[in-house]
C-alpha cells in the first residue's frame, strides 16, 4: 500500500515563498519518480514538475513556473519537495504529488499514485 501525504500549503501573499512536502509510505522510494502537478478551481489537473528517481534530472512545466519552482527529493526521508518563490495570484491550486515508477513527463495518467493534494492560496 502505498500513501502520499502533502504539506506545506496555506495562505500566502504575493511574492512570498513556501515549500511542499510529499512524504511517502512506500517502500523502495528511491524507485518511483515524483511529480508535482496542480488544480485550480474551474480548471483541469496540470503538470508542474517531475524529479528521476535520484534526484539528478528535473523537469517542468513551462515558463509560468520555470525559475520560481525547484523540485528536489531526499530519499533518506521519502520525501519530494516543491520551492516556491515570487508566488502570484495565479498559483492558487490544490498541489498534489504522484509516484510513477518508470514514467518521466507531464501526463497524469501515467502516474499510479497520487496524494489528497494540499492548498496553496496567494492573494494579491
Known amino acids: 500500500q502505498v500513501h502520499l501525504v502533502e504539506s506545506g500549503g496555506g495562505l500566502m501573499q504575493a511574492g512570498d515563498s513556501v515549500r511542499l512536502s510529499c512524504t511517502a509510505s512506500?517502500?523502495?522510494?528511491?524507485?518511483?519518480?515524483m511529480g508535482w502537478f496542480r488544480q485550480a478551481p474551474g480548471k483541469e489537473r496540470e503538470f508542474v514538475a517531475v524529479?528521476?528517481?535520484?534526484?539528478?534530472?528535473?523537469?517542468y512545466t513551462d515558463d509560468s513556473v520555470k525559475g520560481r519552482f525547484t523540485i528536489s527529493r531526499d530519499n533518506a526521508k521519502n520525501t519530494v519537495y516543491l520551492q516556491m518563490n515570487s508566488l502570484k495570484p495565479e498559483d492558487t491550486a490544490v498541489y498534489y504529488c504522484?509516484?510513477?515508477?518508470?514514467?518521466?513527463?507531464?501526463?497524469?495518467?501515467?502516474?499510479?499514485?497520487w496524494g489528497q493534494g494540499t492548498q496553496v492560496t496567494v492573494s494579491s
Open positions: 504522484a509516484a510513477t515508477r518508470n514514467y518521466f513527463g507531464r501526463y497524469a495518467g501515467n502516474y499510479d499514485y
Open positions: 524529479i528521476n528517481w535520484t534526484g539528478s534530472s528535473t523537469y
Open positions: 512506500m517502500s523502495a522510494f528511491g524507485g518511483y519518480i
